[in-house]
């Protein structure tokens, strides 16, 4: 696992179902994985950004100007209410300055919107030891195949 030039972790992603990218026998998903990941990887949040709230509409922003998927935001379902919502393929989740307390609760959020959708979370102004921890937890719930990034 190492940054990118982006502050970006490449993550640890095995899909438990065996198909691909995504382990979703979706279509589109592996173009949308390729498409939102390369946005997160250009994103660079308005310096003014603070809160949790703030970078999602930041990066919903963001990606809505350069992608062409349905993006919700923090739409109410029966698997919870993701932050943002690409194409009812891929929920995403954002994390704000995390404490473990914050992270330890949010696995139980996570594994819900990975029964219906692929999962990411983006962690702002987390160490590098608390992705680390976070992907070493997702592991051991069985569920590696949340893909986790850090922004710096």
Same mark, same amino acid.
């Given at each position: 696992?190492?940054?990118?030039? *982006?502050?970006?972790?490449?993550? $640890?992603?095995?899909? $438990? ?11 589109? %998903?592996?173009? +949308? #994985? ?7 990887? =250009? ?5 003014? #950004? ?5 970078? %999602? ?20 379902? $029966? ?7 690409? =194409? ?7 994390? #704000? *300055? ?7 609760? %949010? +696995?139980?959020?996570?594994?819900? *919107?990975?029964? @219906? ?8 102004? %987390?160490?590098?030891?608390?992705? =680390? $921890? +976070? @992907? ?5 719930? =069985?569920?590696? @195949? ?7």
């Amino acid at each position: 696992m190492s940054p990118s030039a *982006h502050g970006w972790f490449e993550p $640890r992603w095995r899909s $438990r179902r065996g198909a691909g990218l995504s382990g979703w026998p979706t279509a589109g %998903a592996e173009e +949308l #994985c390729a498409v939102v990941g390369g946005l997160l990887n =250009g994103w660079e949040p308005d310096p003014e #950004c603070e809160t949790e709230n703030d970078f %999602a509409r930041n990066l919903i922003d963001w990606l809505d100007v350069d992608s062409e998927w349905e993006i919700e935001v923090s739409p109410s379902t $029966r698997e919870g209410k993701p932050d943002i919502l690409i =194409g009812d393929l891929l929920a995403v989740e954002l994390k #704000c *300055h995390p404490t473990k307390g914050v992270l330890d609760r %949010a +696995l139980g959020q996570f594994a819900v *919107h990975s029964r @219906q959708w692929m999962t990411w979370v983006v962690l702002i102004d %987390a160490t590098a030891s608390e992705v =680390g $921890r +976070l @992907q070493d937890l997702l592991a051991d719930k =069985g569920l590696e @195949q949340i893909k986790v990034w850090r922004l710096a």
